[in-house]
């Protein structure tokens, strides 16, 4: 919790500082502007609060892990959707400063919200969630006219939707040139090797993201003593990066972020690990 806190913090703090008309230009995703981040963030950090307050799911309801649901809830735009406000409802683009304005008080106000749900709360109970018609994740009522009793809702416990929010926050940061509170990059570090290990588990290459993390993967010889043949190592910035699909594999290798020895040192088949859109 107060990595995730402390994240938030860094992203807010970031947004009260950016000139308005900054809010207008496009952010490093394609078809996205800076509002659109700014935008899927401030509905992400109300889903969080909507759902730590929600009733439980019904005990028919799927339950989730962290990365399903960032998968599954955190899509793209519908195709031919314009960046816009997101979820801010701030003025409109030909007023920046009254947007700027809009998206800066609204954002803080729903982390403040949010660290207000969460506090306290029993992080392994698990609360509902479902996906609205935008596409943005929101909150469950976990009865049966809506919420989790509709159709697509599901269950989560409220520690793995803190994670989720924890990778989402680094990697939205991480567009708007936050850079991640340390704890907040540990946590998705470890996320994202966890994932890593799940998709592709074995014992052949050692994937080391120091200072955060070493773990074995993909299927082939297991390695037992001495220097392993294949290893890869990166950053833990670039890590996330290649686990959210904001890097690629060649660029990284190329540039040095990511480091690869030996012939099964490759994970560009099981890249990206998570879509956070």
Known sequence: MPALIGQWERI?????????????????LPGRS?????????????????????APPPA??????????????????????????GGLDAPALGDPAGFAAGARSRLRERVAAAVAAVDG????????????DDGFPAAGTGG????GGSDGGAGIRLGDLLLAEVLAGVVHGLDLGVEPARDALRLAVKACTGELVTRAPGRSVEVRVPPFAA???????????GTPPNVVEAGAVAFVELAAGRLSWSDATA?????????????RPYLPLLRIA
Not at 215 to 225: I, S, Y
Not at 255 to 267: F, N, T
């Open 255 to 267: 540039d040095g972020r990511v480091r690869a020895s030996g012939a099964r040192a490759d994970l």
């Open 60 to 85: 028919t309801a799927p339950t989730l892990s962290a990365s399903v649901y960032l998968a599954g809830h955190l899509t793209a735009l519908p195709a031919g959707r314009q960046p816009t406000a």
């Open 121 to 132: 709360a029993d992080t392994g109970r698990l609360v509902a969630v479902t996906a609205a």
């Open 34 to 54: 800076v509002a659109d981040v700014v935008g899927r963030l401030a509905r992400s950090v109300a889903a969080l609060a909507d759902a730590a307050a929600s």
């Open 144 to 147: 049966t006219d809506g919420g």
């Open 12 to 28: 807010a703090d970031q947004v009260d500082a950016s000139a308005d008309l900054a809010f207008t230009r496009p952010s490093r």
């Open 215 to 225: 773990v074995q993967a993909v299927e082939g010889p297991r390695h037992t003593r």
